[in-house]
């Protein structure tokens, strides 16, 4: 019989109400958590800009009722040159399923003042798990 109360058990990074942040610090805080093992619950009322990337993570799962936002790239709200803007848009996409990939490719990436908001449940009938 297993000893379940020495078992280990995987990390847990809660995401609660999510204003954003810096791509590439986002970035390499995805990648702490994947090396770990760890798995991404996003639950709070908010999941905007950066956060968003958590739906790459290799174990997450969203609450039907999050609000997650989307826009393009920029430097802290400046526009990006041409070739800045499609290398952070790629690197963004590259964290979501291919779906939503495509559609933040096409129309969310595009939006630079504001968000294209989406809910938990709209995600959920896109393939992301439910919490």
Request: with cysteine; proline share 6%.
């Amino acid at each position: 019989m297993p000893d379940l109360l020495h078992a280990r058990q995987k990390p847990l990074h809660i995401v609660m109400n999510d204003r954003g942040g810096v791509v590439s610090q986002r970035k390499a805080e995805i990648q702490k958590i994947a090396a770990a093992g760890g798995r991404v619950e996003i639950r709070g009322r908010v999941c905007l800009s950066s956060c968003t990337m958590y739906l790459g993570a290799p174990d997450v799962c969203v609450y039907p009722t999050t609000s997650f936002g989307f826009h393009g790239p920029s430097n802290h709200g400046r526009p990006l040159g041409s070739k800045q803007f499609e290398y952070w848009s790629k690197v963004i996409a590259s964290y979501y399923p291919a779906d939503l990939a495509r559609w933040y490719m096409k129309t969310a990436r595009h939006i630079e003042k504001g968000y294209y908001n989406l809910t938990g449940a709209q995600l959920i009938a896109l393939g992301i798990p439910a919490c």
